[in-house]
């Protein structure tokens, strides 16, 4: 039996569920979010205790199932902090000249290639460049989805992974980067 799977999940005041067979709808403060779940696994929503609860969906009880009954409860756990609160996430650009601009809707990118990278910023995300301080642009990536958030902040940072040598790089403002000392010159 799932630990995680069998817990209620509260829902606050504010947020509106809409279950209609295997897709559960939210709408909050923040906006809306949608997930289709798996058909091994049935949610119910409780208006008297305001809850939902996930279960299996009759007898299934192989590996599989069993998975999916923790995996759904947290992606709707996950979905209710989305349209509370939101999710953001802090990029940084590091590096003399390197900066980022929005250009409609695309994030554009210019960190040391010949040609700036065009970033299309997805539906439901807000991306926001600061101002640049220094050789570092701090830049704010916020939504509802918190896989979609963490998704377009990784492929941004996979554009230009920071390196250890000069400390350039898109890097996110919580990592920190292990320096490496270069070659020495000289006996």
């Known amino acids: 039996m799932s630990r995680i799977g069998k817990k209620p999940i509260e829902v606050p005041a504010g947020v509106k569920v809409a279950i209609?067979?295997?897709t559960i709808e939210l709408q909050g403060a923040k906006g809306k979010d949608k997930l289709t779940v798996h058909p091994k696994v049935k949610v119910s929503w409780s208006e008297s205790e305001k809850a939902i609860t996930v279960a299996l969906a009759g007898t299934a009880a192989d590996a599989d199932a069993k998975a999916q009954w923790g995996t759904t409860r947290a992606l709707i756990r996950n979905m209710i902090e989305g349209v509370?609160?939101?999710?953001?996430k802090t990029m940084q650009v590091v590096g003399t000249g390197w900066t980022a601009s929005l250009a409609g809707k695309n994030l554009k990118l210019s960190v040391g290639f010949a040609n700036p990278?065009?970033?299309p910023v997805p539906?439901?995300?807000t991306v926001v460049v600061e101002k640049q301080v220094g050789e570092l642009t701090p830049i704010k990536v916020a939504g509802v989805s918190r896989q979609l958030v963490g998704q377009f902040a990784s492929a941004m940072r996979a554009k230009r992974k920071p390196e250890p040598y000069n400390g350039k790089g898109i890097k996110y403002s919580e990592e920190t980067i292990k320096r490496k000392q270069g070659k020495q010159f000289g006996a």
Not at 84 to 88: A, M, N
């Open 123 to 125: 539906e439901g995300i």
């Open 117 to 119: 990278i065009l970033m």
């Open 84 to 88: 509370t609160k939101g999710y953001e």
């Open 20 to 22: 209609s067979g295997n």
